[in-house]
T-cell receptor, first 112, second 112 residues
Framework: AAGVIQSPRHLIKEKRETATLKCYPI?????VYWYQQGPGQDPQFLIS???????DKGSIPDRFSAQQFSDYHSELNMSSLELGDSALYFC???????????FGPGTRLTVL | GNSVTQMEGPVTLSEEAFLTINCTYT??????LFWYVQYPGEGLQLLLK?????DKGSNKGFEATYRKETTSFHLEKGSVQVSDSAVYFC???????????FGTGTRLTIIP
């Protein structure tokens, strides 16, 4: 069965650089979520999209933005990167009426 | 808002031992409850879920029962294996939307 695809899997950036993370949800899923997991931490919700519209926003810094495109893939754009942005970034998708979220393998971002 | 309190870790057990990881929740209404597992270096995988009170979720020998009277969703397995070594997260959706709130995670190590 198709799963959530995230790219890249690993990304190394310098401070103050920008990064773009991509997420391809499971086909026919209408909702995408982004989570950030710091080292040894639980995942924290960043932002979500339902049918290409932002549906909820969590603790996402103003330096970050995201969108969902017409093909339902989503991108998380991160600017002015800081050392503290180093984390594992997960994308999850769901068919909202089912409630169950399926997670991608994550993108590990390292900021040097 | 909805929240979960999860048993502190880490937990170290011998192979074939009985496992319990405690999870209690605070919620408005009766949301679905989830256990996710994160194997070393991998993303989050849904282990099991329960959608209403007294439901029992089960998968790979793990079980958890949605207990309304004690607001609990404890994870159990009768005989653990080395391959069960991972971090386990209890989770539930926030009231009014679907973003997940996770517990702090319990790192489980099984020794042969």
């Amino acid at each position: 069965a198709a799963g959530v695809i995230q790219s890249p899997r690993h990304l190394i950036k310098e401070k103050r650089e920008t990064a773009t993370l991509k997420c391809y949800p499971i086909p026919r899923h209408d909702t995408v979520y982004w989570y950030q997991q710091g080292p040894g931490q639980d995942p924290q919700f960043l932002i979500s999209f339902y049918e290409k519209m932002q549906s909820d926003k969590g603790s996402i810094p103003d330096r970050f933005s995201a969108q969902q495109f017409s093909d339902y893939h989503s991108e998380l754009n991160m600017s002015s990167l800081e050392l503290g942005d180093s984390a594992l970034y997960f994308c999850a998708s769901s068919w909202v009426s089912a409630g169950e979220q399926f997670f991608g393998p994550g993108t590990r971002l390292t900021v040097l | 808002g909805n929240s979960v309190t999860q048993m502190e870790g880490p937990v170290t057990l011998s192979e074939e031992a009985f496992l319990t990881i405690n999870c209690t929740y605070t919620a408005t209404g009766y949301p679905s409850l989830f256990w996710y597992v994160q194997y070393p270096g991998e993303g989050l995988q849904l282990l099991l879920k329960a959608t209403k009170a007294d439901d029992k979720g089960s998968n790979k020998g793990f079980e958890a029962t949605y207990r309304k009277e004690t607001t609990s969703f404890h994870l159990e397995k009768g005989s653990v294996q080395v391959s069960d070594s991972a971090v386990y997260f209890c989770a539930l959706p926030s009231f009014g939307n679907e973003k997940l709130t996770f517990g702090t995670g319990t790192r489980l190590t099984i020794i042969p």
